[in-house]
T-cell receptor, first 112, second 117 residues
């Protein structure tokens, strides 16, 4: 049973527009969430994270929103750039554990 | 940010042979490292947690005698795929957390593409 779900395998947006990547989780014990970006044949690169005590965290063009009651988080990229094209993984941590639980990823394509 | 390296980046081996993959934290010490496996269009699946100076902790369904993990120092963990078979062909990635950091970020290596023929 997948505890972290990214239901959209792919997303395509125009350069300059907003990209919204969604992630749902089922384990209410998760209390820290991370987004990673991955290019083919490379390891994931950390993007941004959020603690369950917050509902928003912003870093430059990237903003992560957390809705604990809905067990839902989203990553907003504004404005989107062609270099943002990659696979984005949502990951979650349970308090006291270092084990990341990953979603299946969403492939983002930003068209020039 | 912290840097994690992996070697080799790509390896092709014959069925029945063993392959060793190295994971190094270059500018920080990592008491714990993690080994993942990724199949095409799938998520990263945690295989095992590598603890410096002690035995690795394997996830359910991962054969510990087939995937040998050694965490010899605070900067080096190795994964050995023993008696490799074509079904072991995959992308293997390691990660480590920087114990100096107050966040829970894990830093990933660039991955190793293993092809067993």
């Amino acid at each position: 049973d997948q505890q972290v779900k990214q239901n959209s395998p792919s997303l395509s947006v125009q350069e300059g527009r907003i990209s919204i990547l969604n992630c749902d989780y089922t384990n209410s014990m998760f209390d820290y969430f991370l987004w990673y970006k991955k290019y083919p044949a490379e390891g994931p690169t950390f993007l941004i994270s959020i603690s369950s005590i917050k509902d928003k965290n912003e870093d430059g063009r990237f903003t992560v929103f957390l809705n604990k009651s809905a067990k839902h988080l989203s990553l907003h990229i504004v404005p989107s750039q062609p270099g943002d094209s990659a696979v984005y993984f949502c990951a979650a941590l349970q308090g006291g554990s270092e084990k990341l639980v990953f979603g299946k990823g969403t492939k983002l394509t930003v068209n020039p | 940010g912290a840097v994690v390296s992996q070697h080799p980046s790509r390896v092709i081996c014959k069925s029945g042979t063993s392959v060793k993959i190295e994971c190094r934290s270059l500018d920080f010490q990592a008491t714990t490292m993690f080994w993942y496996r990724q199949f095409p269009k799938q998520s990263l699946m945690l295989m095992a947690t590598s603890n410096e100076g002690s035995k690795a902790t394997y996830e359910q369904g991962v054969e510990k005698d087939k995937f040998l993990i050694n965490h010899a120092s605070l900067t080096l963990s190795t994964l050995t795929v023993t008696s490799a078979h074509p079904e072991d062909s995959s992308f293997y990635i390691c990660s480590a957390g920087d114990s100096r950091s107050w966040t829970y970020e894990q830093y990933f290596g660039p991955g190793t593409r293993l092809t067993v023929t």
